[in-house]
């Protein structure tokens, strides 16, 4: 039986696959949220803080 991955590393894949999505133009950070699992864009977006570093949008911005 495999394991399951830790909760910090689900978050963390989450997130990266997230940040990916993120620079989709027209997609929208509730959109994304609801991709990765969330279904509260505010839930999306603290959990995604918390993980990067910086909100959704911000990273939205980035190169």
Known sequence: MA???SGSTRDRRRMALAADR????GVTVAEVGREVGYTDG???SA???RVRGIP????RGRP
């Open 47 to 49: 959990a995604f803080k």
């Open 56 to 59: 959704p949008s911000a990273h």
């Open 42 to 44: 505010f839930a999306f």
């Open 22 to 25: 993120l620079r989709v133009a």
């Open 3 to 5: 394991s399951r991955p």
